[in-house]
Nanobody, 125 residues
Framework: QVQLVESGGGLVQAGGSLRLSCAASGLTFSSYPMGWFRQAPGKEREYVAAISPGGYNTKYADSVKGRFTISRANAKNAVYLQMNSLTPEDTAVYYC??????????????????WGQGTQVTVSS
């Protein structure tokens, strides 16, 4: 059974930083592209960032480019999202997701087979 468990969310002031973690189990982690998505109140879930199985390729949504960094530690079955220069517009529930085995990086939610429960990030002004 595949499980993805996010952690690291919380309340932070604008301009601050947070590091989200996602612990994966039940899958050959190093074979899967991973992604981060978020859903703000009253809005649809949106793509944030993705990373290839080996960690060599990353892509970001324009809204977070230059501020967020996705990384992974395959030996630890974990993926991370370092978030800097946070703004209130970054307030959302953040989800990690595992894509299709040996698949490529994707911004499309339908390309992700497994999802975590999410972790709340709140940025105060």
């Amino acid at each position: 059974q595949v499980q993805l468990v996010e952690s690291g969310g919380g309340l932070v002031q604008a301009g601050g930083s947070l590091r989200l973690s996602c612990a994966a189990s039940g899958l050959t982690f190093s074979s899967y592209p991973m992604g981060w998505f978020r859903q703000a109140p009253g809005k649809e879930r949106e793509y944030v960032a993705a990373i290839s199985p080996g960690g060599y390729n990353t892509k970001y949504a324009d809204s977070v480019k230059g501020r967020f960094t996705i990384s992974r530690a395959n030996a630890k079955n974990a993926v991370y999202l370092q978030m800097n220069s946070l703004t209130p517009e970054d307030t959302a529930v953040y989800y990690c997701a595992a894509g299709q085995k040996w698949g490529g990086i994707s911004y499309r939610q339908r390309d992700y087979d497994y999802w975590g429960q999410g972790t709340q990030v709140t940025v105060s002004s």
